[in-house]
């Protein structure tokens, strides 16, 4: 047996780990899931899950929280996860690595620390709210409405988005700027034909994970609202656990919605890339 042959079956043999974990951990969940959501206790196999989700306002409503509550979020952190990570790379500076540990280790705290966080500093008798409306900034802030769950989003998506999009800037060479500058284009000219195609990819590879990270947050919502409001990963944990009423077929059901709205937008996604990538040529 020749050499390459060997490193290809070795290649192969080091395959099948993760192919077992993903077979067992991603693909076989799913099939459980989906399978689930065409049963129901008094029919049998249907769509009546699926039937009753889209007729029915309130589950609608945890569709559309969820969407709006996750693209805000987004569309705010990867604004400013884009201008934070463009000043780091301008600045060298030991700050620099600060902010990426800083940054490294804010991505992962959420949940109960990060909701009992928000609570003390923009509940409703908050220091930071208390502040603000003694200055008359603000006279009215609820941190458990729609609004403030954007606000409170918006917090992990910063950081992720900077670990995200830090390294994204490496692909922008100085000596590009330099030579767009010798041609008379200005610092607009400059980020419209060059900067921003550059980016895009990264750009939008990182509003998806965004996207993907605020649909299918739990413990920070469940742990700042006790559960009462209406988000599909909200939805879909009271169904199993019983809490109003137990209906395993029904999280499924919600569960695959959930699965085809991320699919929708890793398709849509996919498609921007390509047409990014065609305008760029």
Known sequence: MSGRVRGKWLALLC????????????????AW??????????????????TRIFSSKFYLQAIQFSLEISFYSSVFGIIIATLGSYSLRRVDSPLRNFVTAFANMTSNFAGVPLAFAFIILLGFNGSITIMLKQAG?????NLYSKSGLILLYTYFQIPLGVLLLYPAFDALREDWRESAALLGANGWQFWRHIGLPV??????GTFVI??????????TVY??????????????????????SLDPNMASALAV????LMTVV????????????????
């Open 15 to 30: 395959l099948v780990p993760f192919a077992l974990f993903f077979i067992v951990f991603e693909i076989a969940p799913l």
């Open 33 to 50: 899931v989906l399978i689930n959501s065409l049963q129901t206790e008094d029919s049998g196999w249907s769509l009546e899950n699926f």
């Open 137 to 141: 900034i603000i006279q009215d802030f």
């Open 199 to 204: 980016l895009t990819p990264a750009l939008l």
């Open 210 to 219: 965004l996207l993907a990270n605020a649909l299918g947050a739990y413990a």
């Open 223 to 244: 742990a700042l609202t006790t559960g009462n409001f209406n988000v599909l990963p909200i939805r879909i944990a009271g169904l199993v656990s019983g809490d109003v």
């Open 257 to 260: 919605v959930l699965v085809a």
């Open 266 to 281: 890793t398709v849509v996604h996919q498609l921007l890339l390509k047409r990014s990538y065609h305008v760029s040529r």
